[in-house]
């Protein structure tokens, strides 16, 4: 896969670094503009490069930019088309600067895009995909574990498949740092790089009707419910890909009548041959698994 390096004194750029990880692609970032003036030879070796303009210089550096402050992106955007006009550069940033931002969108080999319309990861993928003349990238085995509020059995399985099935490691949402994104920016960013899911339904709520006695039911989380929707909704319910167990007594969707559940409330290894019966399943569809 390509290499991208970002260059970008933001932490939060690391999410985007991490998702096209994710992805199969080979990332690197820079975060400081000092690091990219002082490593230019290796800058170059990359196939394409994510750079802010808005960035600052630590007092303690030594490099001098001579178009100041506010231009030290467009200093590293010189520097690099002095030695290479044609690597592909997303300039992604905040900078409102009309002069700046013509200069880039000038540049045949560039893109400017701004911060300011807050892109999804899953944008930012997409445009970098099309520069590079991907049709989409390779997401190879990154797997997605929904759950509720049964920890035990959560952590059965991700050590089931992690550590039995010698699969890489399972994405878990609170595991993952949130670096100032809300939960449903966070939940997008993991579940548009994951190929594989396994919804795990637990008896967590108490519903009942208006008119119903005091005969408690039992359903799994609204979050686990919601999450497993939008996972059939982008890698499809026919694929395999979105595979569903549960424990306990509880109502399951009225929706998924007749969609096949893993019972695990024996535990994860009890069920452990029909995991791996599904995982085959899915295995004839795609070289992926």
Known sequence: MPKILIIDDDAALEMLAENLRLRGYEVQRYSSASQALKSLDDVLKNELIILDILMDIPKSETVQITSGIRAVG??????????????????????????????????????????????????????????????????????????????????ELKNYLQNVLDLPEPIILHEQANVGRTIIEKFEDYAYCSNLVFVIL??????????????????????????????MGILGRETGRVILLHAG?????????????????????????EIRRELKSVNRQSSSW
């Not at 039992?218 to 999450?227: D, H, K, L, P």
Request: net charge negative; charged share 25%.
């Open 249 to 273: 007594l509880l109502e399951l969707p009225n929706d998924l009548s007749g969609v096949v559940y893993i019972d695990v409330s024996k535990g994860i290894e009890a069920s452990g041959e």
């Open 74 to 155: 467009m200093h590293i955007y010189r520097q690099i088309r002095s030695k290479n006009k044609n690597i592909p550069i997303v300039v992604y940033s905040g900078c409102n600067d009309a002069d700046l931002v013509e200069i880039v969108k000038d540049d045949p080999h560039s893109t400017f895009l701004s911060k300011w319309r807050m892109p999804t990861s899953k944008e930012i993928v997409s445009i970098i995909e099309n520069i590079l003349g991907l049709k989409q990238s390779s997401v190879s085995g990154n797997i997605f574990i929904v759950h509720g509020h049964n920890d035990k059995l959560k952590l």
């Open 202 to 231: 637990t008896p967590d709520d108490k519903v009942a009707g208006t008119d119903s006695n005091n005969d408690e039911k039992r359903r799994a989380r609204q979050n686990v419910i919601f999450e497993m929707g939008f996972f």
